[in-house]
């Protein structure tokens, strides 16, 4: 069965503090795994995609990284407004080739203490 | 910039009830998915669809079905509304060329009483 684990469950860091998340996959057939940011009581909001592994992206504090089982999110020098829980997804190729959903972890609750 | 919206954030129903659950994009997507996120379980699909009258079962479809009559607006329907149907749905759309991501709305919360 196609699973994606998310750890730790939960991290509270100071600011300033420079820590990463981890997403891992077992998985046949990766089209592509995804990162998503979501504030409380709000939709999950795009952050990076990755294809293939050695794969890297940035954004500000934000490093993504995937290897062959497992993907990093690296946050270097997080502030307060970091905090939120962070979801890993992966998108899976399909004999025919159509549409299809993701299929997420259970996310990481991040807090970024001042 | 992408805009999916969905046509209420919180709603009250009861047992029983029939409930819609309105979705419009902006952006000209083909396909569109409809998801339910509860603490312990993260995102589940329930729907998804991948064209104007396509729709296809997720993981979980049992006691919902759909409907896509307009390319733009993608609706969730809860035939006969249970307490275990208390959730957080997200409607969510994607273009079939170029970028495989998802782009969400704000969500629904459903409490059904």
């Known amino acids: 069965e196609d699973q994606v684990t998310q750890s730790p469950e939960a991290l509270r860091l100071q600011e300033g503090e420079s820590s990463s998340l981890n997403c891992s996959y077992t998985v046949s057939g990766l089209r592509g795994l995804f990162w998503y940011r979501q504030d409380p009581g709000k939709g999950p909001e795009f952050l990076f995609t990755l294809y293939s592994a050695g794969e890297e992206k940035e954004k500000e504090r934000l490093k993504a990284t995937l290897t062959k089982k497992e993907s990093f999110l690296h946050i270097t020098a997080p502030k307060p407004e970091d905090s939120a829980t962070y979801l890993c997804?992966?998108?899976?190729?399909?004999?025919?080739?159509?549409?299809?959903?993701?299929?997420f972890g259970k996310g990481t609750h991040l807090i970024i203490q001042p | 910039d992408v805009k999916v919206t969905q046509s209420s954030r919180y709603l009250v129903k009861r047992t029983g009830e029939k409930v819609f659950l309105e979705c419009v994009q902006d952006m000209d997507h083909e396909n569109m998915f409809w998801y339910r996120q509860d603490p312990g379980l993260g995102l589940r699909l329930i729907y998804f669809s991948y064209d104007v009258k396509m729709k296809e079962k997720g993981d979980i479809p049992e006691g919902y079905s759909v409907s896509r009559e307009k390319k733009e607006r993608f609706s969730l329907i809860l035939e006969s509304a249970s307490t275990n149907q208390t959730s957080m749905y997200l409607c969510a759309s994607r273009s079939q060329v170029g970028t495989d991501t998802q782009y969400f709305g704000p969500g629904t919360r459903l409490t059904v009483l």
């Open positions: 997804a992966v998108r899976l190729r399909t004999p025919g080739g159509g549409a299809d959903g993701l299929t």
